[in-house]
């Protein structure tokens, strides 16, 4: 098998509180709809897009998670080798805002430090803002990571999330291939894993007959976690 007939597959958790249009952008960024009815994500639901992205084929899994805090228990285990995440609030929800910082704790503690996207939903409705616009990028600032606006609704900005994070990710990726080809003198080594829910410590699964190849040793960082899960799949 040659390298350029594998495909890089990015696990993606959408996390925020209820209502702010995780579930609408999945289905919109996935599917082009949008629908105004809200029905509650129940645990935990899973979409996927593929694209192109700098050359490289990239399957982005897209894992909607529930909002409501009676599910947290569920849907934390599913953050586990995530390699990106969307921290979504909503313009006319204050709680959402201020919910982030504790949305962005609890995916540190199952993924590390990992390319994370913080969304501003439903600018459509900017006139009920609850957020002042300088808040919002202050609080980008202290995490460190850039601020998308976005309206579901009206499909503004939702494709430059995904991209945004691919391309991030990509990056990361090259860099720690570099590091391999220093570490090994170009010799990759790799183990089979599944990806989806898994425990820090599983080396080897088959769900969805879908199989993940990933490094098997990597030059460790402090709490980095980029592919640390998985990359390439066939
Ligand atoms: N005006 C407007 N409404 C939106 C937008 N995005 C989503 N909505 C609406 O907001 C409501 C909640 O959207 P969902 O996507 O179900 O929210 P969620 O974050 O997945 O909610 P949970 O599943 O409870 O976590 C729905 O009625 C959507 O139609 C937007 O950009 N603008």
Redesign the pocket.
């Known amino acids: 098998m040659r390298e350029e007939d594998l495909e890089i597959a990015i696990k993606v958790v959408i996390v ?1 509180n ?8 999945i289905q919109r960024y996935c599917k082009g709809t ?8 129940i645990g935990v639901d899973f979409l996927e897009r593929q694209i192109e992205c700098e050359g490289e084929d990239v399957r982005l899994m897209l894992w ?1 998670t ?3 805090e009676e599910f947290d228990a569920i849907t934390k285990a599913y953050y586990r080798g995530a390699q990106a995440c969307v921290l ?1 609030f909503s313009t006319t929800d204050r709680d959402s805002f201020d919910a982030i910082h504790s949305w962005e704790l609890k995916v540190e503690d199952e993924c590390g430090e990992i390319p994370t996207v913080l969304v501003q ?2 600018i ?2 900017m006139d009920q803002s609850v957020v002042d616009p300088e808040e919002a990028d202050l609080l980008s600032r202290a995490l460190g990571c850039r601020l998308l606006r ?5 499909d503004v900005n939702v494709n430059t999330v995904f991209r945004h994070l691919a391309s991030r990710c990509l990056a990361e990726l090259r860099h720690q291939e570099e590091e391999y080809d220093i570490a090994s003198n170009g010799i990759h080594p790799l183990t089979i894993s599944a990806f989806g829910p898994m425990q820090h410590n599983q080396k080897s699964n088959h769900t969805n007959g879908t199989i993940v190849l990933r490094s098997g040793k990597l030059k460790t960082r402090k709490k980095k976690n980029v592919f640390r899960n998985a990359c390439r799949i066939l």
């Open positions: 925020g209820g209502a702010v249009g995780k579930s609408s952008m949008f629908t105004k009815d809200y029905k509650k994500t909607d529930a909002g409501q979504a939903n439903k459509d409705l976005t309206s579901v609704k009206e």
